[in-house]
């Protein structure tokens, strides 16, 4: 019997997240150390449909959704006032998704693919200056939009469990950081390499 791909599937995946960021500060005595991205665990969901056209190639189309726990002080920022106060950034994810088409060839009970998309996430940027009595706090809350790009391999060890790897590059542009501490811009992607099982239906 041919294994064919059409059909409906969900299922669940693990990743190792890796965030990167780019720091621009604005104002010309501002100075900004070296960047420490964020990194960590990151699990969920993701559901799909694919078409198997004739011969080989398979189409579709798939979200997901997961829950990220990343947090991590970023830069130290020199602010740009007499008294050289410095500023300290924070970035919190708190979860990642995105829709994507897919475009695969089947080898059998195997499918490398190429994916591309829309993707989306929540981003959490606190920013606090001073000490004790002295110290204050201004937190920024963001959804960013962005693309996602993609690679991956689908196994099906049996006709309706398929196993999955694939890597991902989900680019979020740029964001700009404005408050009495602190003005910059935060240019964020993050890299991951996600684990999944589903079942197609």
């Not at 990220?68 to 050289?84: F, P, Q, R």
């Not at 920013?127 to 991956?152: F, I, N, P, Q, Y």
Request: proline share 2%.
């Amino acid at each position: 019997m041919i294994f064919s791909w059409s059909g409906f599937y969900v299922g669940g995946q693990l990743s190792c997240l890796q965030g990167g960021t780019h720091l621009t500060a604005e104002g010309e005595s501002q100075r900004v150390a070296p960047p420490k991205d964020p990194k960590g665990l990151a699990g969920g969901l993701y559901a799909g449909y694919n078409a198997q056209a004739e011969e080989n190639t398979v189409i579709g189309v798939e979200t997901d959704w997961q829950w990220a726990n990343l947090g991590k002080i970023i830069n130290d920022v020199s602010g740009s006032h007499e008294d050289k106060e410095s500023a300290r950034l924070g970035l919190k994810q708190n979860w990642i998704g995105s829709t994507r088409l897919r475009l695969g060839y089947s080898l059998g009970r195997a499918l490398p693919y190429v994916t591309a998309g829309l993707a989306y996430t929540k981003l959490k940027t606190p920013v606090s200056s001073g000490e004790g009595d002295r110290a204050k706090h201004d937190d920024s809350h963001e959804l960013l939009l962005g693309w996602a790009l993609g690679a991956g391999l689908d196994y099906a060890v049996r006709n309706n469990l398929m196993l999955r790897i694939e890597y991902r590059l989900n680019s979020f542009g740029t964001k700009k950081i404005g408050s009495d501490l602190l003005s910059a811009k935060i240019r964020y992607h993050t890299n991951d390499v996600r684990l999944g099982v589903a079942y197609k239906f």
